[in-house]
């Protein structure tokens, strides 16, 4: 492959995707032929541990466009992208998850928005078909929530389907921390940016990799990421009920000593014991939450491991 000829950088996660994938190549590569560059198609196994891997490395046997990396373990889909995102060769770089629920279909639309100069081109979805009322309003409730406690404005309803100019990829490249929110991420590098709407569709076939729990570490990632609210909230509440304290403790003396019975027994003391232990520990979880991630970030791993990669030439290898 000629580096220098690819235009087009198209990257996709895979973590146990066999019966979706070769739906998946099937229309990438027709998109490809239809872009006005010479593109690649960049595969990043994120451990799968069904036959995803060998029908990736089928579909390099077919086209040098095709390049594929493995991971030795599952690493994580932020991870993946990442991984990707340090390979990929074009001028601009798509990412794009391969369960087809983001249509191949709408990366010229990206491609469009690109060659007018815009350097970040997301793609924002004006419909989710089959996700459950729950998941559309959380989904929601996250992008409030983290676009009203950090200083990024991340697009509701956007997702990691997006182009980046090569000026972005750079940008990118040189962040390297732990915890990795690369919707936020892209958004925070800066350069110019617009959004593209598209009806985003039901799973081809599987499950979904993002359950509940998965869904809430995400969202944890991506707010102490980029704000410290949760540690000035803590920090709010114990002025709070210290000054609730202050204000309270010359009351009670007061009734004590005019005889009402009011405050008398142990109830009411704890009531507030068990208020302020519960307090406590919320501020101490905040706490904990940056203190583990300051401790992922000094230990300096590497953000992932390769156990195989096809398609690269000699001086492509990396560590």
């Known amino acids: 492959m000629v580096d220098q000829l690819i235009k087009y950088s198209i990257i996709a996660p895979v973590y146990n995707e066999e019966e979706t ?7 990438v590569l027709s998109v490809m032929d239809s872009l006005d560059g010479l593109s690649e198609l960049l595969l990043i196994d994120d451990g799968s541990t069904d036959a995803s891997l060998d029908l990736m490395r089928g579909f390099q046997q077919q086209t040098s466009l095709v390049r594929v990396i493995s991971f030795s373990r599952n690493f994580g889909h932020q991870v993946a992208i990442t991984a990707g995102i340090d390979y990929a060769i074009g001028d601009a770089v798509i990412v794009i998850d391969a369960d087809l629920q983001d249509p191949p279909e709408v990366i010229p639309e990206l491609v469009a928005q690109w060659q007018e ?23 929601s409730f996250f992008y409030r929530l983290i676009n009203k406690l950090t200083d990024l404005h991340i697009p509701k309803d956007s997702g990691d389907f997006r182009l980046m100019d090569r000026k972005v990829v750079e940008a990118l490249r040189e962040v390297r921390e732990q915890h990795r929110f690369m919707r936020g991420l892209s958004v925070w590098v800066g350069f110019r940016h617009t959004q593209v709407e598209y009806v985003r569709n ?14 809430l570490n995400f969202a944890t990632d991506g707010i102490t990421s980029f704000s410290h609210v949760p540690l000035q909230l803590a920090m709010s509440m114990g002025f709070i009920f ?25 109830a009411t003391t704890l009531v507030s014991v068990l208020l302020l232990g519960g307090v406590q520990l919320i501020c101490l979880g905040i706490v904990g939450e940056y203190l583990g991630r300051i401790y992922n970030e000094v230990r300096r791993r590497p953000l992932y491991l390769i ?10 290898q990396k560590n």
């Not at 994938?21 to 229309?27: A, D, I, V």
């Not at 997301?122 to 998941?135: D, T």
């Not at 039901?202 to 869904?215: T, V």
């Open 21 to 27: 994938l070769t739906e998946f190549y099937n229309r």
């Open 117 to 139: 100069g815009f350097e970040l081109v997301l793609a924002v979805r004006s419909m989710r078909k089959g996700e459950s009322w729950f998941k559309r309003t959380t989904a």
């Open 202 to 215: 039901e799973r081809f076939a599987g499950i979904s990799k993002y359950p509940l729990k998965r869904m």
């Open 242 to 266: 210290a000054g609730i304290a202050l204000l309270g403790i010359p009351a009670i003396i007061t009734l004590r000593f005019s005889g009402s019975r009011e405050f008398f027994g142990q």
């Open 307 to 316: 156990s195989g990669q096809w398609g690269f030439d000699s001086d492509d």
